[in-house]
Nanobody
């Protein structure tokens, strides 16, 4: 199995930045897609961004395009989410996920999940 651990969440002012990390351990597969999802209280878990582990192809939700950047460091088995120009609407628990994915925006297609890290953006 694969274990995912997120870190880097916190409290920031609107317009500020945070960098989330997702460290993977266990038996990983180079064919995996790594994704970030977020969930606010009372709302469904929504896709944020994804990246293919080997090829580095990226995908973004429209709400974060131009502000967030997903990247990977294969040597460290780590995926990052650089979040700039943060808005209060970005407040949520952010989850890292991994799996052999066809539809990268669907949380139901991911096999492994981290525990989540809280991001709070004040106005």
């Amino acid at each position: 199995q694969v274990q995912l651990v997120e870190s880097g969440g916190g409290l920031v002012q609107a317009g500020g930045s945070l960098r989330l990390s997702c460290a993977a351990s266990g038996r990983t597969d180079s064919s995996y897609v790594m994704g970030w999802f977020r969930q606010a209280p009372g709302k469904e878990r929504k896709f944020v961004a994804a990246i293919s582990w080997s090829g580095g192809i990226t995908y973004y939700a429209d709400s974060v395009k131009g502000r967030f950047t997903i990247s990977r460091d294969n040597a460290k088995n780590t995926v990052y989410l650089q979040m700039n120009s943060l808005k209060p609407e970005d407040t949520a628990v952010y989850y890292c996920a991994a799996g052999e994915i066809v539809v990268v925006t669907s949380p139901y297609e991911y096999d492994y999940w981290g525990q989540g890290t809280q991001v709070t953006v004040s106005s």
